[in-house]
């Protein structure tokens, strides 16, 4: 047994609705979801009213009447059952989009006064703001890179040192408070993407981000020295020397750096090595035994 629909219906709005759409998609080549649009109304509403004589509210008749053009729009309330009169003097017409001069209303546009206010608007929005206003009240947030030791003085205590003075002069002078953190390398363009920290360096190289995510050019470069073994071991595979930066990471040459260094450093991002693949040495002669060791 079909439920009777939770709406008041009406059988005569059903056919009228039923032609109009009809002759409005012949003329306008168009269909009910455009015609929703139109009214400010679901695609679903209006086919309640095709399907079961459903009847909308008084602004949704008189958009229905304006829209098909009637002739007679006191038909359309009529068939809703609405008492009142057709509100507005006839002829009335929406006028199509190609044609606006025929509309409800026309305007003389000052098109020099548009584009100015328009450009106005974009400047105030767009203009530059200060550090201050950026933050909003919240300190600076810098976190520091703990496997650059040699930007502290003394290992293991992240509290004083190079990076730790030029963190306290740069709140200083940008007269703003700064709160620093340890921020792993494997981690901080992560914790910048998301807002957890604001600045973080010095560094290398630029990172690769996601789109629409731009960070400031490298702060400094580093070179690096390498020392490869000439004499042929039958444990280690026998390979061309590198010729390229790619050719460190795409094939299996053993590495050996002095840990916590900038070659150690090097290693884990640049070469993108894992940390267990890399022999981190605890000197610098160490690094140099293990070449000439087996």
């Known amino acids: 047994m079909a439920t009777k629909p939770e709406f008041e219906t009406s059988v005569e709005l059903k ?3 039923m032609r109009e759409l009809d002759s409005w998609r012949k003329r306008t080549r168009l269909g009910l979801g455009e015609l929703s649009q139109h009214c400010g109304v679901s695609p679903s509403y209006l086919a ?3 399907r079961y004589g459903r009847i909308p509210s008084k602004p949704v008749l008189l958009l229905l009447a304006l829209n098909f053009g009637m002739s007679r729009p006191q038909e359309i309330l009529s068939a809703a059952r609405v008492q009142e009169p057709w509100p507005f003097d006839s002829p009335l017409g929406l006028a199509p989009l190609e044609d606006p001069s025929q509309g409800l209303l026309t305007v003389n546009l000052n098109m020099k006064g548009l584009v100015d206010a328009i450009v106005g608007a974009l400047r105030s929005e767009h203009s530059p703001k200060s550090l201050l206003e950026l933050l909003a009240g919240r300190p600076l947030r810098i976190g520091l890179n703990p496997l ?3 930007l502290f003085a003394v290992p293991g205590d992240h ?3 190079l990076l730790p003075d030029l963190c306290a002069a740069l709140g200083s002078t940008l007269q703003c408070n700064v709160e620093t953190q340890l921020t792993q390398f ?11 920290i604001d600045i973080f360096g010095p560094l290398l190289a630029r990172p690769k981000c996601p789109a ?3 960070f400031t050019i ?5 070179g690096i020295s390498v020392l490869r073994r000439l004499r042929v071991i039958p444990n280690l595979p ?3 020397p590198p010729r390229h930066l790619d050719d460190l990471i795409s094939r299996p040459y053993e590495i050996a750096v002095f840990k916590d260094s900038r070659a150690h450093l090097f290693a884990l991002t640049a070469l993108k090595r894992a940390e267990s693949s890399v022999i981190v040495c605890s000197s610098e002669e160490e690094a140099v035994e293990r070449l000439l060791l087996k």
């Open 218 to 222: 490298a702060t400094h470069k580093m």
């Open 48 to 50: 309640h009213v095709g």
């Open 186 to 196: 494997d981690r901080y363009v992560e914790q910048l993407c998301c807002g957890e």
């Open 212 to 214: 629409k995510i731009l």
């Open 238 to 240: 026998a390979l061309d």
């Open 15 to 17: 056919r009228l609705f």
């Open 159 to 161: 509290s004083r040192g």
């Open 148 to 150: 650059q030791h040699w």
